[in-house]
């Protein structure tokens, strides 16, 4: 066990010295004021410990023993007691319970601390298991002792509910143990915090159950067992990697009963070495020695090159003693285990090489300085003729131990199978093997095919015959046989050969094929070298033979130079050259020439008829030009091309040229409609549509309109019958208005021509329209006078207009008030006219009755009207009405006069008092403006109005006007009055009352204290005498708190003002008051400095506070040590002030002399006192006491360096205490007299300083003057500016082993025919420094190159293996490069490491082949699909000098349109190009859109490298050829579409990217009455290239012949066109009925009226139309829909019909859409437009969902809420919600008045939910129901409701009774009556009993006065008896209260009453009988 530290040490034995101090007086409180017996198990020292979980130890802060640390809760059961005595009796029974073996002789104690937790709880109030144990602390002369006691059965349970317990178990644990407060030192009793602790009392550790006894002694906390062995080591066993040899010396405490040693040894965490620790980390025991043996040899169970913590442990006759420090070591090495995972692979691409890698093994057993793989040829082959030579193993060398994986490249077959395993070496020796690992060699190329035939295919020119045997040797499996055919250099037929001589490929067929027929890349009539070549999935073999044959005569290739051009003049005809094919392919018999309408034109309306092509004659062969005379139209664009035929047949078509006739006139304009213009008599409008064909480009379009000869009103016609051209309007122009030189109402003859550049064109038909009516002229003879007696009339006259330009259907008489008045004040707004309303065109006077002003001006016209509009207005007549009384003025404005509160201008606000007039004088009639002067108050709200006077009489009143007279400043406030704070000096309050008058808003008061002039203590006063203004509070604020600026003691003038918006009133009288006396503030100045000389004292001064706020009367001066300390282990003890005395108030110095230690950072400040009180601390003074020389450092560690024999590493802790600041730390190493190895001292054996570190450094590694293998004895001091410490304990240790210098005699050669390969020898290294295990070779790659181009990389050396430490001599076969430059060089190897290398030997390999050529990129050729363009890079390495490069494209295998292949998949060759050449672009045999495979191979003189890594692209898209079977059909039921499928064309050159598919309306129709518009192509266009089938949608009339045909397109171009294929539409429905009205049926809400017109057009007969009318989806009121929105159907009725009337089925309120439609024999048409229109109203339904609830927290209110009722029927305007008393009550007890509805008011339509707020009663249970209201009426009631009100707190309960209980002083009984009223139902009952604050033994009172609840669980209950928390002889206050589930109610009356005494003695053993 653990020692507990010198705090916990120090603590306890400072409290047990200071008992013996006080035994004599017994004053043992003096004792125990730095100790805390708490409730939760535990005892401490220096503060009290709250935390209630059991933290583990170690815990920073106080010092504890803890018993039995838990969260113990007294609440549920038991007390905890606690008592000192020096009774003798007990005294005697700790002489006698503790063991002699731990007290000593002559031990006699004398005082006892006896804490007892009784029969204890646990959290939370939990009483079924309890606790009873206890703590004793004894004090002895010699000795203390702490006792923990725990009786058997009494501890029954571990752990509370705030620990994670349940049931007292599981959790944390209780913790028993002590804690030293340091965060590192503390002890724990065996279980603690473990499940086993509830056995804590059938365990001991002096053989008694239940006792445990512990010493205290400066040594630490120790047991009855003995303490740690000391000087314990711990040593490897040369030569027994299972063995470690440990010894000890006998421990400092019990040494003499010591029975046994144990020695433990754990695998250590931290292994320096992991992978060696198999298994969990666990202890291995290393046998029991006994009592006086001092060292033992571990034999068993330990594994080799293992780090093992080990300690040793002593035992006597109590148990098993502390352990020792732990000493760790390692195992010597053995040889290792086999490696693992063995893995062998081929190499890709190498066939005679293998892959080898491993894991380390486990356990390695040592360090593992090299690795051996074997391989050997297997017994077993799968293909056995692959085997050469005996089956004998092949060694692949011997890698270094970091090494886990090898590559083989010597020795190895290809495609053979091998047997391979690996051993791992230490310096021991080999390891066991790995298992065998089986692997087979890759494949390689095979060697080349044999007995190539090849020959021609009868009748088929491109193509050839070849067959062949297979090759000897396979070398694999053939996979693939290549077949390339070149165009051979002498040609029977040169001008056959197109581009380069290279190869065509003729792809892979596979390796059991033997014969293939070339389908592809080969040309007619030319000669061929072709071979084959045998493929495995390696690659390419070699070539054989070349066999040399030749093709047969073809059709001939397209003609070249193909030029279409039209004829100047001729618009009908083209103009064809051409030039022959290249190649011909055979003598050229013929040409053919095509011209087809071009699929996209410019002007596609040019195109009549389908889309067809145009054979232009076949020519013989030598004709080269031909003209086109036949079948073309004027201005078309064609597609034309060239075919050229042989004997054979027609060849591949020329490229198209597309090129477009000339122009001609065109044709008449199409569609020609003329109109007149509404509202334009003397304009017509004209449209028309472009001629078709256009025959050119419209340039313009002439329109002509002529007065036709037969007029329905000839009277119009002004002038000869001659045409009215109306301008030459642009080409693109379809439509134009006439505006000049038509007359209106005349008829016109219209027509249009249209004109191109060539000329004019035929007119259209004529059209006959006639011009609108006109307005008529002005009527005349107009005469306007004046109405007897009438001022508000006039009468007027008048004759019909000439010319009347139409029927006079009104005349419309206008007066508008004129300009120039003789009175213009009459005019009011605006002069506009005054119209006298229209009368019909027959009257011709009327007398103006309505509108006219008195004694006005007027200028009067008439105008005539016809349909089209007013006529010219007459000449004007003036005319005035006669005078009459006049009206109000106007524009009346009042307002308040800014800055004066007591005069009016015009613009009032507000009324206050009557509305009485306040006349302010008659002003003249000139005059328009007054300011009142006299009489009006400030704020004060007038109503103001005006008239005005005639000579008549005064006239009507303004409007009134309110407004307010303006704010003016307050008077001052009332009834100020100051006075002091009590308890708070710098706070005065003030109140006052408002001023009167206010003259305003009081918006703010503003208070002012200023410091009196005269004082009673001027001395108080701080700065000039100023006012100190204490703030504005807000306007309705008449009572305000200073609490800001104010001085203590200091005396105040204080006045205040009200403030409105216009400003500060005046001030009210000053109040004069003065503040009271408060404590001083913080001394000044003060210095806290340490005592040269004396580092545990400090020296203290300051100065007077200012202000000093009184006399003081003493200062205390305080000191700290510092939370936060440089040092803070130089701190001893909890952190607490050190008080240095109170001194009197005119000292103002002071030395501490008493308690400070030696450096360390004290806190210290001062505090002055008054009468008062002690006032502020200064601000605090950090200082250090001065240092003294250090204590010597701890735990001096040497041991040496891993891998440095010269060096050794130290390390140590800091001394404790350090007493300063350490600024450096020496360390010694002397050679030791006695060494393993002398040899290895050089010189005389003195001590090797390894001076002076600096003071923060606690470890160093020894760099210099030590010698490997060599023993050293260490020690270290520290230094602080006083001077070294005391030396540290000697540790002694040996520096390691060394590398050895380098081997000599290096030689490094080449090997003759080995291009990878340099033999290399060596001799032995001098000195060697060790067993030479192995030498390492290396060849890096030299930095000079001959040839530098051959280095790959950086420059990094090349091992060539780990040779054992024999060799010395061998043979590189791995890994070097051809023709490359090394510098080689060797080391040695002993078990420490490689040594230095020798010095570098430099050589050169021989070429070799080159390296696959890199970066080869193959692409296509835009816009040439037939070629490639391929580049590449050099190869890396070269390998040599490179003197040609070839190059191949076969075609892929894998295609992504393999239907572009055609014929075998075979190579095409692409020749040998020269070393230089980089580039090549392949221009022949190539097909479009097709994937190849490229590769490029390098050649040298050696021969041909590897191939390049495959490229595989995709030559680029040519136009596709024409899709195939279309066909044309209709679509079932639908008249406006057809239906379209087609296949892919083939072959498709690209990726079909779209369809385009057109329809043409046919010339011949069935029904030609069903085109509408030109007939012109409708294109249904691109679907995409997957689609091979489409229906059209659009533009398609019914029953229509239409020419269909498809094109395919890629991403080139559009392809050729497909037959045409010519289908019809069908017949289609209707269109939709036209003006559809539907209205509502006046007093019907249920019905509708609907009337209509036919469709147009028809589409067929109407045999009838149907109605719908559905319920719209956006619904004024939605809520009136019911269920799905679905239409209405009113019948159908018969196809004459065009008006119903909806009867059935409506809803009142609701918006419906309605629509008809018509119906033919095909099916129902399309709608017509809808119609909206709603239902009227009917009274609303119920509402719904009514919900009524009480309201948390509001017994008196209900919350009713509803949802709209559906259907509404209207517009809900109001609800009523009714709650009517219900006749069944739960609680009839809570109805106050008779049972009557109680309406809650009529909310509005909107609301859905209210609060009732007035009447209801608590508790009380109500019927309620709500009423929607329209305009109609109120709806049906909703369904009833019935609530009840909530509950509320009850009253107070009654006639408390509390009495106490005889002979239980921890008790009182209380009874009680229920109150009245209960106001809910009773569930609880809570008692209180506060401790009173009058006690007559207030001593009894313990903490602070709070009450003590006894509550009581039912609400049934009216008595309890209280049994937990009351304290004897205490008088209490009690009460009770009831509770509902509102809440508790008020308390009843406080009873008063006091415990009884209590006279219960708990001691030592008197709880506990067992000690």
């Not at 007390?79 to 006699?108: E, H």
């Not at 449209?687 to 002509?704: E, L, M, R, V």
């Not at 259209?764 to 011009?771: A, E, F, L, R, V």
Request: proline share 9%.
């Amino acid at each position: 066990m653990k020692a507990v530290v010198e705090l916990l040490v120090a603590a306890v034995e400072d409290m047990l010295t200071r008992v013996e101090t006080v035994l004599a007086d017994v004053e043992v409180d003096a004792v125990l004021e730095d100790m805390e017996v708490n409730n939760n198990g535990d005892i401490t020292f220096n503060a009290a410990y709250g935390d209630y979980s059991p933290t583990p130890f170690p815990i920073f802060g106080n010092p504890m023993i803890a018993p039995f640390l838990s969260d113990i809760d007294t609440r549920g059961a038991g007390t905890v007691w606690y008592r000192t005595t020096t009774d003798a009796s007990l005294l005697a029974n700790a002489v006698r319970d503790i063991p002699s073996i731990l007290s000593g002789p002559n031990f006699a104690p004398v005082w006892l601390l006896i804490a007892t937790w009784d029969h204890v709880g646990y959290y939370n109030s939990h009483s079924d298991k309890t606790n009873t144990f206890q703590c004793i602390l004894v004090a002895s002369n010699a000795a203390s002792f702490v006792i923990f006691l725990y009786a058997d059965g009494l501890i029954q349970w571990t752990t509370a509910d705030s620990s994670g317990g349940s049931n007292g178990f599981g959790g944390i644990q209780a913790q028993i143990g002590f804690n030293a407060g340091d965060s590192v030192n503390y002890a724990n009793v065996p279980g603690s915090r473990t499940p086993d602790v509830i056995k804590i009392a059938s365990a001991s550790n002096v053989l008694v159950p239940g006792r445990w006894i512990y010493a205290v002694r400066e040594a630490g906390i120790s047991s009855v067992v003995p303490s740690a062995p000391l000087n314990f080591t711990l040593s490897s066993v040369s030569g027994s990697p299972n063995q470690l040899s440990a010894s000890w010396t006998s421990p400092a405490t019990l040494s003499a009963n010591i029975t046994a040693y144990k020695v433990y040894c754990n695998t250590s965490a931290n292994q320096a070495f992991p992978e060696q620790v198999i298994g969990p980390n666990m202890p291995t025991v290393r046998s029991i020695v006994d009592g006086a043996t001092f060292q033992v040899a571990y034999s068993t169970g330990l594994n080799p090159f293992t780090q093992y913590d080990c300690y040793v442990v002593a035992s006597n006759t109590y148990g098993v003693g502390a352990s020792s420090i732990v000493n760790t070591c390692r195992t010597g090495q053995s040889i290792p285990t086999s490696p693992l995972a063995l893995s062998m692979s081929t190499v890709s691409g190498l066939p005679n090489q293998l892959s080898a890698s491993w894991s380390s093994p486990i356990p390695k057993n040592g360090i593992i300085i090299a690795y051996t793989i074997y391989c050997n040829t297997s017994a077993s082959q799968a293909y056995p003729e692959q085997v050469i030579g005996p089956n004998v193993p092949t060694a692949r060398s011997v890698v270094n131990g970091a090494t886990l994986a090898i590559t083989f490249s010597t020795g190895l077959n290809p495609y053979t199978q091998y047997d391979c395993y690996v051993t791992a070496n230490t310096s021991v020796g080999e390891g066991t093997q790995s298992p065998i690992i089986t692997t087979k060699t890759s494949e390689s190329v095979p060697s080349s095919p044999l007995a190539l035939s090849v020959s021609t295919v009868s009748g088929s020119p491109i193509q050839l015959s070849a067959s062949w045997s297979s090759p000897i040797p396979k070398n694999g499996i053939i996979i693939a046989y290549t077949i390339y055919c070149n165009t051979s250099a002498s040609q029977a037929y040169p001008e056959q050969v197109i581009g380069p001589n290279v190869p065509t490929a003729r792809s892979f067929v596979n390796g059991t094929m033997l014969a293939v027929i070339f389908r592809t890349g080969l040309n007619p009539y030319t000669r061929y070298d072709c071979y084959v070549t045998a493929n495995t999935s390696v690659g390419e073999g070699t070539p054989s033979p070349v066999m040399t044959t030749r093709t047969s005569e073809s059709v001939p290739s397209s003609p070249l130079a193909v030029s279409v051009s039209n004829v100047s003049g001729s618009p009908n005809q083209l103009s064809v050259s051409w030039s022959s094919p290249v190649p011909k392919n055979g003598i050229i018999i013929a040409y053919t020439i095509y011209c087809n309408t071009s699929a996209s034109q410019a002007y596609p309306e040019q195109v009549i008829g389908p889309n067809v092509p145009t054979d232009k004659s076949v020519v013989n062969g030598a004709t080269l030009a031909v003209t086109i005379s036949t079948g073309l139209n004027a201005y078309t664009q064609y597609d034309c091309y060239v075919t050229a035929n042989t004997t054979v047949g027609e060849g591949k078509p020329s490229p198209v040229i597309t090129t477009r006739t000339s122009q001609s006139v065109p044709s008449s304009p199409l569609a020609v409609s003329v109109s007149n213009v509404s509202g334009s008599p003397n304009q017509l409008s004209v449209s028309w549509s472009s001629p078709i064909p256009k025959n050119g480009i419209i340039i313009a379009y002439t329109i002509y309109c002529n007065t036709s000869a037969s007029q329905a009103y000839p009277e119009q016609v002004i002038g000869p019958n001659v045409p009215t051209a109306r301008s030459v309007v642009n080409g693109t122009t379809l439509a134009i208005t006439f505006s000049t030189g038509l007359n209106s109402y005349t008829q016109y003859d219209c027509y249009v021509t249209a004109n191109t550049s060539v000329g004019e064109g035929t007119q259209s038909p004529i059209i006959t329209t006639k011009t609108s009516e006109s307005v008529p002229s002005s009527p005349l003879a107009l005469s306007v006078s004046t109405v007897s007696g009438s001022p508000n009339q006039l009468s007027a006259s008048w004759s019909s207009p000439i010319p009347r330009n139409g029927i006079i259907i009104a005349y419309t008489i206008y007066c508008n008030t004129s300009a120039s008045q003789a009175y213009p004040e009459q005019i009011i707004g605006p002069k506009v006219p005054t119209a006298r309303s229209f009368v019909n065109g027959t009257t011709l006077a009327v007398t103006f009755r309505t509108g006219l002003s008195p004694y006005t001006r007027f200028d009067c016209y008439v105008t005539a009207n016809t349909s089209v509009g007013e006529g010219i207005p007459s000449p004007v007549m003036t005319t005035r009405t006669s005078e009459s009384v006049p009206s109000s003025p106007l524009a009346v404005s009042v307002s308040n006069v800014s800055g004066s509160p007591n005069r009016l201008s015009a613009y009032p606000e507000q009324v206050i008092g009557p509305n009485v007039p306040t006349a302010r004088s008659v002003v003249n009639g000139t005059t328009l403006a007054i300011t009142f002067s006299t009489g009006l108050n400030s704020y004060t709200q007038y109503d103001c109005y005006v008239t005005a006077n005639t000579s008549v009489g005064e006239g009507t009143q303004s409007p009134i006007i309110t407004t307010k007279t303006s704010e003016s400043v307050p008077s001052s406030p009332l009834a100020l009055s100051v006075s002091t704070v009590s308890g708070s000096p710098n706070q005065l309050s003030a109140s006052w009352s408002s001023p009167i008058p206010r003259n305003g808003i009081i918006i703010a008061y503003t208070i002012y204290c200023n410091t009196s002039a005269s004082q009673a203590y001027p001395e108080l006063v701080i700065g000039p005498n100023v006012p100190t203004a204490k703030s504005v509070v807000n306007g309705t604020t008449l009572a305000v708190t200073f609490s800001t600026g104010l001085n203590s003691y200091t005396q105040y003038d204080c006045y205040m003002t009200a403030n409105t918006s216009v400003g500060e009133g005046t001030p009210s009288p000053v109040i004069t008051t003065r503040t009271s006396q408060s404590v001083p503030s913080s001394p000044l100045a003060v210095s806290v400095s340490n005592v040269s000389g004396s580092p545990n004292q400090l020296s203290v001064s300051w100065s007077s506070p200012i202000p000093k706020n009184g006399i003081i009367i003493a200062y205390t001066i305080y000191c700290n040590t510092s939370a936060s300390q440089a040092y803070p282990e130089q701190v001893i003890g909890p952190n607490v002030p050190t008080a240095r005395s109170v001194v009197n108030g005119t000292t103002l110095a002071i030395t501490f002399s008493t308690g400070l230690n030696s450096y360390t950072q004290y806190n210290c400040y001062v505090t002055a006192n008054t009468s008062v009180g002690e006032g502020t601390q200064s601000p605090i003074i950090t200082t250090k006491t001065s240092e003294s020389v250090p204590s010597s450092p701890l735990a001096l560690s040497v041991s040496t360096v891993s891998g440095s024999p010269n060096q050794l590493s130290a390390s140590w802790s800091s001394p404790i205490p350090r007493n300063g600041i350490i600024i450096a730390y020496t360390i010694y190493c002397n050679t030791s007299a006695s060494q393993a190895y002398p040899e290895q001292i050089i010189g005389p054996k003195v001590p090797t300083a390894r001076s002076f570190v600096n003071g923060t450094t606690l470890a160093v590694t020894f760099r210099t003057g030590l010698s490997p293998y060599t023993r050293f004895d260490c020690y270290v001091t520290a230094n602080t500016s006083v001077g070294e410490g005391i030396p540290s304990p000697v540790m002694t240790t040996r520096t390691s082993e060394s590398v050895p210098s380098s081997p000599l005699a290096v030689s490094v050669s080449n090997v003759s025919g080995s291009p990878n390969r340099l033999s290399v020898s060596w001799s032995s290294p001098i000195p060697k420094n060790g067993i030479i295990i192995a030498y390492t070779i290396y060849c890096n790659t030299s930095a000079s190159q001959a040839y530098p181009e051959l280095v790959i990389g950086p420059n990094v050396p090349t091992a060539k293996s780990v040779v054992n430490g024999t060799t010395l001599a061998v043979t590189f076969s791995t890994g070097l490069n051809a023709y490359t430059q090394y510098d080689c060089y060797m080391t040695a190897n002993t078990s420490v490491g490689e040594g230095t290398p020798s010095p570098v030997i430099t050589t050169r390999t021989s070429q070799s082949v080159p390296s696959s050529p890199l970066a080869v990129s193959v692409s296509n050729v835009s816009g040439s699909p037939n070629q490639l363009s391929v580049s590449w890079s050099s190869p890396i390495p070269k390998n040599g000098i490179i003197i040609a490069y070839t190059i191949y494209c076969n075609t892929s295998a894998s295609q992504a349109y393999p239907e572009q292949v055609i014929g075998p998949n075979v190579p095409t060759a692409r020749s040998v190009v020269n070393r230089t050449t980089l580039a090549i672009t392949f221009s022949t045999g190539l097909n479009s859109y097709t994937q190849y495979d490229c590769y490029v191979t390098a050649n040298t003189s050696v021969g041909e490298g590897t191939q390049s890594p495959i490229i595989t692209t995709k030559t680029s898209e040519s136009v596709p050829s024409s899709p195939l079977a279309l066909s044309v059909s209709t679509v079932s039921g639908s008249p406006n579409q057809l239906s379209a499928s087609w296949s892919s064309p083939i072959p498709r050159n690209g990726i079909i990217i779209a369809y385009t598919i057109y329809c043409n309306t046919s010339a011949s129709q069935a029904y030609p009455e069903q085109i509408i518009g030109p007939k012109v192509p409708t294109a249904r266009s691109f679907v995409n290239g997957t689609t091979l089938a489409v229906t059209f949608r659009t533009g398609l009339s019914p029953y229509t012949r239409f020419d269909c045909y498809v094109t395919a397109n890629t991403s080139v171009g559009e392809g050729t066109q497909s037959p045409i294929i010519t289908t019809k539409t069908s017949e289609s429905v209707p269109s939709s009925p036209l003006a559809l009205s539907v209205s509502t049926v006046s007093g019907s809400p249920n019905q509708l009226s609907a009337s209509w017109s036919s469709p147009i057009p028809k589409n067929g007969i109407i045999i009838a139309y149907t109605i719908y009318c559905n319920t719209s989806a956006s619904q004024a009121y939605p809520e009136q829909v019911i269920g799905p929105n679905v239409p209405t159907a009113r019948s159908v009725v018969n196809g004459t019909m065009l008006a119903v009337m909806f009867s059935t089925g409506l809803n009142p309120y609701t918006r419906y859409d309605c629509y008809v439609t018509a119906n033919t024999s095909v099916g129902e048409g399309i709608p017509s437009p809808v119609m909206t229109t709603r239902t009227s109203e009917s009274v609303p339904s119920s509402p719904l969902a009514v919900s009524v609830s009480n309201i948390s927290g509001s017994p008196n209110q209900l919350s009713v809420s509803w949802s709209s009722p559906i259907p509404k029927n209207g517009i809900i305007i109001a609800y009523t919600i009714y709650c009517n008393t219900s006749a069944s009550q739960a609680y009839p007890e809570q109805v106050i008045r008779p049972n009557v509805p109680s309406a809650r008011s009529v909310v509005n339509g909107t609301t859905l939910a209210v609060a009732f707020s007035t009447g209801l009663n608590t508790y009380t249970q109500y019927d309620c129901y709500v009423t929607a209201n329209t305009s109609v009426g109120e709806g049906t009631p909703s369904p009833i409701i019935t609530t009840q009100t909530s509950e509320s707190v009850p009253s107070s309960p009654r006639t408390l009774s509390v009495s106490t209980v005889s002979g239980s002083p921890n008790q009182l009984s209380a009874s009680w009556s229920s109150p009245i009223p209960k106001n809910g139902i009773i569930i609880a009952y809570t008692i209180y009993c506060n401790t009173s604050a009058s006690q007559a033994y207030p001593e009894q009172v313990i903490g602070p006065n709070v009450p003590t609840a006894r509550s009581v669980g039912n609400g049934t209950m009216l008595a309890v008896m209280f049994g937990t928390g009351l304290n004897p002889y205490t008088r209490y206050d009690c009460y009770v209260t009831a509770n509902t589930s509102f809440g508790e109610g008020t308390p009843s009356p406080v009873i008063t009453t006091r415990t009884s005494e209590s006279g219960k003695q708990f001691g030592y053993l008197q709880i506990l009988p067992l000690v």
